[in-house]
């Protein structure tokens, strides 16, 4: 079985920017690439797993968001890291309701886990978002970091205010 690395988007792969869906907005965080590498260094495979209700919303379109992640698989490609999936959820429960896809829940997780035999106890998630951290846990994710300048508590095992923390 094989581990992975979780990877919200928004806040621990690029800076949030609220409904980020266009590449010239795109803007990687700080250490995030050092930590791929590292973690690709020992055998994860690199799994984003974002809430995307901006298409939902009709803020953008999936077309829109496929042209974001296609060009972001590339630009990590370039940079040495391999991106194994972008598992995404377009929904938001105020407009589509209640799924199964949507952080706090499992979905995009477990599904990555089925197709992947992922080994999900020696795996890790990265959040910025509670939500996050608590899909992780229902998921079976065994370590779990929650990135933030403000939380005190969490879920998570740890919090860290910068990504270069885990380096």
Known sequence: ?????????????????????????????????DVCR???????????????????RGYYTEEDFALLSEWMVKHFKELGITITRIYHCPHH??????????????????????????????????????????ASLKAGVGINILLSSEATDSQANRIIHSLRELL
């Not at 197709?115 to 509670?130: A, F, R």
Request: negative net charge; charged residues 30%.
């Open 93 to 134: 429960e105020s407009i589509d309701g209640a799924c199964e896809c949507r952080k706090p829940e499992p979905g995009m997780l477990l599904e990555a886990q089925r197709e992947y035999d992922l080994d999900m106890e020696h795996s890790v998630m990265i959040g910025d978002n509670e939500r996050d951290i608590e």
């Open 38 to 56: 590292a973690y690709q260094d020992q055998g994860c495979l690199i799994i984003i797993v974002t809430n995307q209700s901006g298409i939902s």
């Open 1 to 33: 079985m094989r581990k992975a690395l979780f990877l919200d988007r928004d806040g621990v792969v690029n800076v949030e920017k609220n409904y980020l869906h266009k590449i010239e907005e795109f803007e990687l965080m700080d250490g995030i690439i």
